[in-house]
């Protein structure tokens, strides 16, 4: 059975700074890893989606990877802002079944 | 541009008592999904459909039913309300499998509680 862990589970930094967030999996046998942003009382929204052929993934200042052999990912943010506060959570897909971990709850202070 | 539209926001029900979530996109979008999210967790598949007429169960689809009579539209329904449904729903769509190729599309959730 997948199952997907995210740590930390909270962070806190100041404005300005770089951050990275981790996740990771139990079964490498993935189709492809996504993470989503989510904002208190909102739906979901999809930051980068990296297949599993893939090793990472770039957006902006959000900057993805992908180790699908160690079962890790992790999601870079560069010169954080206080309008990156939100819960982060990754995904991995295969076979019709999405797993999901709890996510990070990411604070930027100005 | 309503993407996913999730109905109602939110809702109270009393134990035994049965409702419907309505989830609706405009995107023509194939493949529809409906979560639960409870408080610290990650989302949690119940139910999927890859095209009208087809559904099938994911991980957690107990207390639960769906239909997809059109592409458009995915409702769920719980038929004997219970506490552990207390949740957050969220219908998704997306154009391809699991967002394989085009990622997963949200509604904003129902909050449901069941006292």
């Known amino acids: 059975k997948q199952e997907v862990t995210q740590i930390p589970a909270a962070l806190s930094v100041p404005e300005g700074e770089n951050l990275v967030l981790n996740c990771s999996f139990t079964?490498?046998?993935?189709?492809?890893l996504q993470w989503f942003r989510q904002d208190p009382g909102k739906g979901l929204t999809s930051l980068l989606l990296?297949?599993?052929?893939?090793r990472e993934q770039t957006s902006g200042r959000l900057n993805a990877s992908l180790d699908k052999s160690s079962g890790r990912s992790t999601l870079y943010i560069a010169a954080s802002q206080p309008g990156d506060s939100a819960t982060y959570l990754c995904a991995v897909y295969n076979n019709n079944d999405m797993r999901f971990g709890a996510g990070t709850r990411l604070t930027v202070k100005p | 541009n309503a993407g996913v539209t999730q109905t109602p926001k939110f809702r109270i029900l009393k134990i035994g008592q049965s409702m419907t979530l309505q989830c609706a996109q405009d995107m023509n979008h194939n493949y529809m999904y409906w979560y639960r999210q409870d408080p610290g967790m990650g989302l949690k598949l119940i139910y999927y459909?890859?095209?009208?007429?087809?559904?099938d169960k994911g991980e957690v689809p107990n207390g639960y039913n769906v239909s997809r009579s059109t592409t458009e539209d995915f409702p769920l329904r719980l038929e004997l309300a219970a506490p552990s449904q207390t949740s957050v729903y969220f219908c998704?769509?997306?154009?391809?499998?699991?967002?394989?190729?085009?990622?997963?599309?949200f509604g904003d959730g129902t909050r449901l509680s069941i006292l």
């Open positions: 459909s890859v095209g009208a007429g087809i559904t």
């Open positions: 079964d490498s046998a993935i189709y492809n």
């Open positions: 990296i297949q599993s052929s893939q």
């Open positions: 998704a769509s997306s154009y391809s499998p699991g967002g394989s190729n085009q990622p997963q599309h």
